[in-house]
């Protein structure tokens, strides 16, 4: 079973795609600011995380800035999610390690789930 961290500050959002990838067989776990991401980083240590930008206080430019920093988190993938289309914070995201850029208005949660199974199968089959 993967483990997901999904950080995401707006709570309808964030139950839905808990519910959704916890349907789809993944442990979840949400967090609410890039903060409260990072302290759930420590005890949870996920598969993957799914990292909205706009966040409160901290960004997730900002976070993907500290994550990079601390070893047993930047060996973590990030995929970036947001409704925040902006090409140069794309190639900030990027830059700083994110794995892909996913405009949430762009896909149902059903195919983000998607992306993300085969994202991770991807991945098992390149260790």
Do not use: C, W
Not at 44 to 50: E, N
Not at 54 to 74: H, M, T, Y
Not at 95 to 100: F, M, P, Q, S, T
Request: charged share 35%.
């Amino acid at each position: 079973m993967y483990k997901i961290l999904i950080i995401e500050d707006e709570k309808l959002l964030s139950e839905m795609y808990e519910e959704k990838f916890s349907q789809s067989g993944f442990s979840v776990m949400v967090a609410h600011s890039a903060e409260e991401g990072f302290e759930s980083l420590k005890e949870y240590k996920p598969d993957l995380i799914l990292l909205d930008i706009l966040l409160p206080q901290e960004n997730g430019i900002q976070f993907l800035k500290r994550a990079k920093d601390v070893s047993e988190i930047s060996k973590i993938p990030v995929i970036v999610f947001s409704n925040y289309d902006d090409p140069e914070t794309k190639k900030k995201a990027s830059d700083l390690g994110a794995r892909d850029y996913l405009i949430k208005t762009n896909f149902t949660p059903s195919e983000i789930v998607g992306k993300i199974k085969d994202f991770l199968k991807r991945l098992d089959t390149s260790r």
